[in-house]
């Protein structure tokens, strides 16, 4: 019916729901809450930034979960290409869309800091063009999936787009080093010292275990819808087919 493998391995999803997603629903809700707490009431205001520091606690996690989940994309997408799995391919369905929303909320946190600290909503910076590059890849990928094609070429289409999209990232990383940037050199990622310590630092690394949390949480949940819809699609023409057997059987007695 499908034009990749149909494959339903154990443990495939039977509702929007598990254990496991209930568990981490329940510590991305502690996580958030005591991040709220750091950030506002334990933490104090940086030396230099001020109290715009406290921006960098969900600007920070949120491209950290977006390049997790954009990283976990092109892992699915090359698997799906080399076996031609259905499970694969609706986990980088998956992965793709809340990586778009965590990269969309870096975008516009950047923004709202960037006013603060440059001026300027948006300047054209190497590491802001470079991201909004990403995120457009990314927007990209997911209009392919929506766009009409069986489900083999979609599937193919989407995994070489997010495969390439996701080369973008170590661009992106290393933009500020590589090109004269406004944008601050890395906070902690690639750094033997980072630039903060104690509460900040807590805090920061608090936040990125969260939103990864949050992150993975949410793909879970979007993966296991994606399922169910596709088996109530493979079920609905499987349901016409017989139908039609059924038809050329009565015609033909």
Known sequence: MTDIAPDSPAGAPTSTSSRATRVLGVLSLAGLALTVVYAFAITGPDVRLGNSVRIMYVHVPTVTAAYCLMIANALFSGYTLWKRSTFSDLAAHAC?????????????????????TWGA????????TTTALLFLMY?????????PAS????????AIVGIAAAMLIPIVHKSVEWWA???????????????????????LMLAMVTFL???????????RVLWLIEQLDVVGVDEAIEARRAENIGVGQ
């Open 139 to 147: 927007i990209g990928y997911l209009a392919i999936r929506g766009l």
């Open 151 to 158: 489900p083999r070429v979609r599937a193919t289409r989407s």
């Open 213 to 223: 949390l949050v992150a993975v949480w949410m793909a879970m949940h979007r993966f």
């Open 96 to 116: 793709a869309e809340v990586g778009v929303l965590m990269l969309g909320l870096t975008l516009v946190v950047g923004a709202i800091w960037g006013r603060m």
């Open 181 to 203: 940037s406004l944008h601050q050199n890395e906070t902690v990622l690639g750094k033997v010292n980072p630039n903060i310590s104690g509460n900040q630092y807590f805090t």
């Open 121 to 128: 909503f948006w300047v054209w910076d190497a590491r802001l």
